[in-house]
């Protein structure tokens, strides 16, 4: 009788071949087939042990129910990581590359009790004051002047020409950043996520948002960075640096993901312009199975404890996959019968994220006025062809080149006034994508009435 192993198989490229052996979230193989090791971690339970990068040891939650346990159970995990013992007791070097991304600052991101509450509000009632108005017209003259840079090329790399420039503009806009801090800031947090030059990536962004507060504190402005400043917490410089840090960086390095990913989608799932072009819907499927950051809510047990049966000691690593615990085949009947928002990319509990709905509106705002302005844009390569970005935290393609019809285009600064309407592009011929153009503009104008 044949017999068959009963074991699971580590993807291809994993060394966690040997009995304890812990699963490298880094690498090429990780960054090329993340699902294929989320697969293989489920194995072991609702909880797995992993490798973040080269001597760094953490417990990855991968089971939906155990991470908004975790999540939501701020008495027994804690987010200050002056307590990772690892770190505090000299195991891991502090120039490791995930070190930066982890490192305890005294923002809100990595407080507990009463200093999380004054800072996460100050946060909250700041972000709440952005006009959702001006937020979606500023979005839209963002997309087209960016469109005007590539449109009569009939090519372009849709990350870096666009995905990864948006959020940028915008967010420079919203926090009444100078285009050259905001340059510096977007180095800062891609070197960070990528483990590229990370100390030096660390200093340029502190350096960058250094001289924004500086700049606010002399002339303040219709802008989040002034209402921060200017909110009853009383922030002082220092807090305001690092409130304003991980805004900034939550507000460009994840919307780039997500804004490239979900055009990745779109561009390679042609059933979303067949069915309607529901721009939102492919939004939600993508948070729910390519979430722009895939494994990151770095929590210590404040005591030894277990979680879903996995022992924890205090101040051990545990980190949250939103990737792996969106995708688990628990998951798929429940997601059809409920709520296509209930996944975890935005985080749950009192650290949830603070700006999902502005970076929500700037994602779906800059599609559908690409794809109308572009409505026969197409992928331009092979999709086994692209290259997705290393490092354990993020997810994200490195480009994602596309072809579309030339359309007519001026060279012109970043508006400052909506600008008219872009002359439409030649109905030479009736062909699949074109009549898949006419769906994208047909729906998107009824997602925005």
Not at 105 to 118: E, Q
């Amino acid at each position: 009788m044949d017999t068959h192993p009963t074991a699971p198989v580590p993807p291809p490229g994993c060394p966690a071949h040997t009995p304890g052996g812990r699963v490298p979230l880094h690498g090429p193989e990780f960054a090329a087939d993340p699902q294929a090791y989320y697969s293989y971690l489920r194995h072991f339970g609702p909880t797995a042990p992993v490798e973040l990068a080269p001597g760094v040891e953490a417990t990855l939650v991968t089971d939906y129910a155990a991470a908004l346990q975790l999540l939501q159970d701020s008495g027994s995990f804690r987010k200050d990581a002056r307590r990772w013992r690892d770190l505090a007791e000299g195991r891991i070097s502090p120039d490791n590359p995930v070190v930066p991304v982890l490192a305890y600052r005294p923002n809100c991101m990595f407080s507990d009790g009463a200093a999380h509450l004054r800072l996460r509000q100050a946060v909250t009632d700041s972000m709440a004051r952005v006009d959702v108005r001006r937020l979606s017209r500023s979005t839209e003259q963002v997309s087209d002047y960016l469109i005007s840079q590539f449109g009569s090329r009939g090519s372009a790399d849709l990350l870096g020409d666009y995905a990864k420039q948006l959020p940028l503009f915008v967010f420079n806009e919203l926090f009444g950043c100078p285009a050259d801090i905001g340059d510096r800031v977007v180095f800062g947090i891609t070197g960070m996520f990528d483990g590229i030059n990370a100390d030096k990536a660390v200093e340029v962004l502190f350096g960058a948002v250094r001289e924004l507060v500086a700049l606010k504190r002399a002339t303040p402005g219709d802008d989040v960075t002034s209402w921060l400043m200017q909110h009853q917490a009383r922030l002082t410089d220092e807090e305001m640096v690092h409130q304003l840090a991980l805004l900034l960086i939550a507000g460009n390095e994840p919307l780039r993901n997500l804004i490239g990913n979900t055009l990745h989608r779109l561009l390679t799932h042609d059933e979303y312009a067949y069915k309607g072009g529901l721009i939102d819907e492919a939004v939600d499927d993508t948070l729910w199975e390519n979430p722009p950051m895939q494994n990151l809510a770095a929590h210590y047990p404040a005591s030894d404890l277990e979680l879903a049966g996995q022992k924890l000691r205090a101040g051990d690593l545990v980190l949250v996959s939103f990737a792996a615990a969106n995708t688990g085949p628990a998951l798929t009947a429940a997601r059809q019968s409920g709520s296509n928002r209930a996944h975890l990319a935005w985080s749950a509990g009192p650290h949830a994220c603070p700006s999902k709905d502005p970076a929500r509106q700037i994602t779906v705002t800059a599609i559908e006025n690409l794809l109308n302005r572009l409505p026969d844009v197409e992928l331009a390569v092979p999709e086994d062809s692209l290259t997705w970005r290393p490092g354990p935290f993020n997810r994200g393609l490195v480009t994602l080149p596309a072809r579309f019809t030339q359309v007519g285009t001026a060279h012109r600064g970043v508006p400052q006034a909506r600008p008219e309407a872009p002359a439409s592009p030649d109905q030479t011929q009736a062909d699949p994508k074109r009549e898949r153009g006419g769906k994208w503009s047909q729906f998107l104008n009824w997602l925005t009435k």
